[in-house]
């Protein structure tokens, strides 16, 4: 399996720069170059189409991180970055030692991350998704530990955050093919009850969504097979078609219609679920689901008329699920942090004033003056948002420095603030470097042009 889009986001969301140790500023430094230039290559490598330059950007990356843990060893944010790297780049690789090789290399860089940061749900998802794909590669015997695993990241991530719909999702999910899978009635029973149940929780948590539903659906289907029951069979029906009728996939409904004797629409879902490539002609064959129709000429025909070489499908359509993004989600999204960034300008402003007290109160300066602007450079997909500003007059021929937002979302960083004097237009920047409790670096550039610290920790900077 693939580290899916929204786990990765959430990843790299939780990526926080740790506090350097003061006193120290040229490893910090050098730290805070590496880490930008393996995060630069890592976007770039996010940019490209499949290929061998996206391969080869994606290993620049893993270096440069590797070099930035040389500078500080178990630094997080330079493991987490090089574990999701690690990640892409088994993806892309065809070579099952070579994969299994980089997926290890994944683990054992997501493990010392959440060492650190054991009640990170994005965490235990991305290491849950790298053994299950680790598992597919691998002997029986080794397979059955690793799926153990597997389950155990996910139930890790729900423990950590009850209300995620992805992490009940993932869990729910594994949980049904473990149940499926299952030789032994007891363990298939326990293993699908429980599925089914965080099942509805992930769709009470994500009601849109319609992998959610139709996942549901299924795992109601199996535990339907091992206790049959019209109530279950009902459920699994409602849910398939509440999946189907959001946009996921229809075989799932086919299955439940057919279970329930309605023929033709069970055929019309089964010649799109078909054409569609969400199953082979040869799975369902196999598929007890539809041996009451087999021998029926719609049914025969529909069979005889899918596409051939079909994709394979099943897992990977979870991942395709959790790899959409809707408008609705980007905007609660981009709301939520935006709203937490203009709050922690508030806070840093309102310290600026604070320290800048005794100037104002010595004639030095007028009294600081609050003013907004609407941000919509610098941000990517951010919709527009207003921004506090603050301006600085001095006594002196008129000479001013505006405190002015220039981005929220920075390379290895939480948020940027330029600080410009005018009329000379000379600014620094003010970098926050993490979140709780707050931390600012001024930066200016090197001689080289790379940002670099132009001293401590603002600490000074708090809310009065």
């Known amino acids: 399996m693939i580290l899916t889009e929204d786990v990765r986001a959430l990843l790299k969301q939780g990526v926080r720069a740790r506090p ?51 500078q500080a060893p178990n630094y997080t944010p330079a493991l987490a970055l090089m574990g999701t790297c690690l990640g892409d780049l088994a993806e892309m690789e065809s070579d099952p030692p070579r994969r299994v090789e980089l997926r290890s290399r994944q683990l054992d860089a997501y493990r010392e991350v959440v060492s650190a940061s054991p009640d990170d749900p994005a965490l235990w998802m991305a290491i849950g998704i790298a053994l299950g794909d680790l598992a597919n590669l691998q002997s029986d015997s080794a397979r059955q530990h690793t799926r153990s695993d597997e389950l155990g990241a996910y139930r890790h991530a729900v423990q950590s955050a009850p209300k995620n719909a992805l992490a009940r999702l993932l869990l729910g999910s594994r949980l049904a093919q473990e149940g499926a899978e299952a030789d032994e009635a007891v363990s298939a029973l326990r293993c699908l009850m429980e599925a089914v149940e ?88 196999r598929d007890s689901d539809w041996k009451g129709l087999r021998g029926h000429p719609e049914f025969e025909s529909a069979l005889a008329g899918a596409p051939r070489n079909p994709t394979r499908t099943g897992p990977d359509d979870l991942i395709k699920f959790l790899r959409q993004r809707t408008p609705t989600d980007d905007a609660v999204r981009w709301q939520k942090t935006n709203e937490e960034w203009v709050e922690a300008l508030r806070v840093l402003f309102a310290g600026i004033e604070e320290w800048l007290r005794p100037v104002v109160d010595s004639k030095e300066i007028y009294p600081l003056q609050w003013l907004s602007i609407e941000i919509q450079e610098g941000e990517s997909d951010s919709p527009p948002y207003v921004a506090p500003v603050l301006r600085l007059l001095t006594t002196r021929a008129g000479v001013s420095v505006l405190v002015v937002p220039r981005a929220r979302r920075v390379v290895a960083a939480t948020g940027r603030v330029d600080m410009v004097r005018e009329p000379a237009g000379r600014s620094k920047v003010l970098v926050r470097f993490r979140e709780a409790p707050p931390e600012w670096y001024f930066m200016e550039k090197g001689e080289d042009g790379s940002w670099e610290s132009a001293g401590s920790p603002f600490h000074s900077i708090s809310s009065p």
Not at 219 to 241: G, T, V
């Open 20 to 70: 350097q140790p003061s006193g120290t500023p040229e490893p910090m430094q050098a730290l805070r170059s590496l880490m930008e230039q393996a995060s630069r290559s890592m976007e770039s490598a996010e940019g490209e189409a499949l290929g061998k330059s996206r391969s080869t950007l994606f290993e620049a990356a893993v270096e440069g991180f590797r070099r930035a843990l040389e």
């Open 198 to 285: 965080q099942l509805r929780v992930a769709v009470s948590l994500a009601p849109d969504q319609p992998m959610a539903w139709t996942t549901l659906g299924g795992a109601l289907l199996h535990l339907f097979h091992r206790s049959p029951s019209q109530e279950l069979l009902s459920e699994a029906a409602s849910a398939a078609d509440r999946g189907a009728k959001e946009g996921g996939g229809v075989y799932n409904r086919a299955c439940a219609r057919a279970l329930l004797g309605s023929y033709q629409e069970a055929i019309e879902d089964l010649r799109t679920a078909l054409s569609k490539r969400e199953v082979t002609p040869e799975h369902v064959k």
